[in-house]
């Protein structure tokens, strides 16, 4: 069924991070869900506002309320990086149980009191709030943020941000960067540690977690990252897929053959990465 991210983080509490995928177009989205249910583990399925507007919030959401109950899994829907408040609103009002308001780009008096017409707005609505202090690098949704121009989060402006705004996930900037499948990211792990030790009681956000090495991925769950999201990977895989089955294709190959193999793809990234956020 369909739950809030919140409720998610409370019934997974010590037993693993939350794989948080991007969905780029409907036809991965099965195979999403089904790769979470082979491990009977929880799964957030996000979505640009890009996305979210070339799909449509009701059909995301309806697709996703249908697939959860066939397979009998929890499942989030989230908005990923979004600036509109107004956009927001409406995706609660269509049936997202999470949002994520980035204000990050503001100065940390404006981000908090942004975030915290979402975080009103959101409980009215059950729904989870995710905000972002720093900056992540790379590219998001046609957004690009250099890596010089990437800000490490001040472990002081995200503790006055959660007491104030009262958001149930905090995107932290520890050293990832969006966008990155060529080399691996540098994790700043003292900061880690000190933002976990500070702020147990919201959820920590991976970003950027394509350019993250497995030993370096436990690390940060094990050290309190309680939801990590995978875009780059899967986008980049789906691609990598169809480009081998469309090139040989005529116009009476089946669609539907040309497609099976990226979305088989992408149930299995699901699957490995779910396993790799588990806690020992
Ligand atoms: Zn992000």
Known sequence: ????????????????????FNVHCLEMLPAMLEGAKELNAPIIIQTSPGTAEYIGLD????????????????????MDHCKSIDFLKKA????????????????????????????DYAKS??????????????????????EEDA???HPEDAYKFVRETGVD?????????????KSKAKINFELLAELSTNMEAV???LHGGTGVSDEDMRKC?????????????????????????????????SLRKLLLPANNRIKDIVIEKSKLFQLM
């Not at 409720?7 to 794989?19: D, M, S, T, V, Y």
């Not at 729904?127 to 957004?143: C, F, K, L, P, R």
């Not at 996930?169 to 499948?181: F, L, M, N, R």
Request: glycine residues 10%.
């Open 221 to 253: 769950v094990s050290q309190g990252m309680k939801k990590v999201n995978v875009g780059t990977e899967l986008n980049k895989s789906y691609i990598e897929e169809v480009n081998k089955t469309f090139s040989s294709a005529t116009p009476l190959t």
């Open 169 to 181: 996930a905090i995107a932290v900037a520890i050293g990832t960067t969006h966008g990155q499948y």
């Open 92 to 119: 609660m009002d269509a049936g997202y149980t999470s949002v994520m308001y980035d204000g990050s780009s503001l100065d940390i008096d404006e981000n908090i009191k942004n975030t915290k017409i979402v975080t």
């Open 125 to 146: 609505r059950n729904a989870s709030v995710e905000g972002e202090v720093g900056t992540i690098g790379g590219a998001e949704d046609g957004m690009v943020v250099s």
């Open 1 to 20: 069924m369909l739950k809030s991210l919140d409720q998610l983080f409370e019934e997974n509490e010590g037993k693993r991070a939350i794989g948080s």
């Open 203 to 205: 959820g920590l956000v």
């Open 151 to 153: 800000i490490y989060t």
């Open 59 to 78: 059909l995301l959401v309806s697709s996703i309320e249908t697939l959860s109950n066939r397979l009998e899994i929890n499942v989030c829907l989230h």
